[in-house]
């Protein structure tokens, strides 16, 4: 997460307690799990066992943090997927699991997150507007994937539309569904977003380097 100002310069009086990762780290765990209402200076101070004087070593406000933690947001989660979108793919099907690694692998989607932004959209509209603009990003490029790969105008938006609003279904409805299960739907899945049959071999190795993913404890 990149500095939005200057830092001010550091006395180094003492030991510090609570790095600026510290502070970060324990704010978006409670972004996710208590909602932005719980994102304050003092609670968090007591989460990490310091002083509210540590967090203004590294922030001006709790508005500067508010904005660092989308900024974190919006890097990984739609840029992440913007770059899946843009990978070469020689096939609609590679490219279509190319989008799918964001969705079974929490360092590049974490739909905790997403959810948790969601969920503070509901009570700040200047956020509403940036996940709606999110939200376009994120579309716009799954449409362009199927332009890509010849499909007309329409059928490409429509297409991008449901694939990318039936996953973020599947997380507002915190459905429950396990890899393999998922894995052994995942021809259906293909040729539903795409409407054509997938390639086999090519449904076969994401299917291996998931479960070996999953094996491996990743």
Do not use: G
């Given at each position: 997460m990149a500095r939005t100002h200057a830092e001010p310069e550091k006395n180094y009086e003492g030991n510090v307690k609570a790095t600026r990762y510290?502070?970060?780290a324990v704010a978006l765990e409670t972004l996710i799990t208590e909602g932005v209402d719980q994102v304050k200076v003092l609670p968090l101070g007591n989460k990490l066992g310091v002083s509210r004087s540590s967090f203004y070593w590294y922030f001006q406000d709790r508005k500067q943090l508010l904005d660092t933690l989308l900024?974190?947001?919006?890097?990984k989660n739609t840029r992440n997927l913007i770059i899946h979108c843009e990978m070469p793919s020689a096939t609609i099907t590679e490219?279509?699991?190319?989008?799918?690694e964001c969705w079974l692998d929490d360092d590049l989607f974490d739909p905790r997150l997403d959810f948790a932004v969601r969920e503070w959209s509901r009570r700040d509209g200047g956020v509403r507007k940036i996940l709606d603009a999110?939200?376009?990003?994120?579309?716009?490029a799954m449409r362009?994937?199927?332009r890509r790969h010849g499909y007309e105008e329409v059928e490409a938006y429509i297409r991008a539309r449901v694939f990318y609003f039936t996953q973020i279904g599947y997380y507002a409805l915190d459905l429950k569904e396990h890899l393999a299960d998922r894995l052994s739907y995942l021809h259906a899945y293909?040729?539903?977003?795409t409407g054509y049959d997938p390639e086999p071999d090519i449904i076969e190795r994401f299917r291996d380097k998931h479960r070996l993913y999953r094996a491996n404890g990743a």
């Open positions: 510290d502070w970060l900024d974190y947001w919006e890097s490219a279509a699991l190319n989008i799918a999110a939200d376009a990003a994120r579309v716009e362009l994937v199927f293909m040729k539903t977003a």
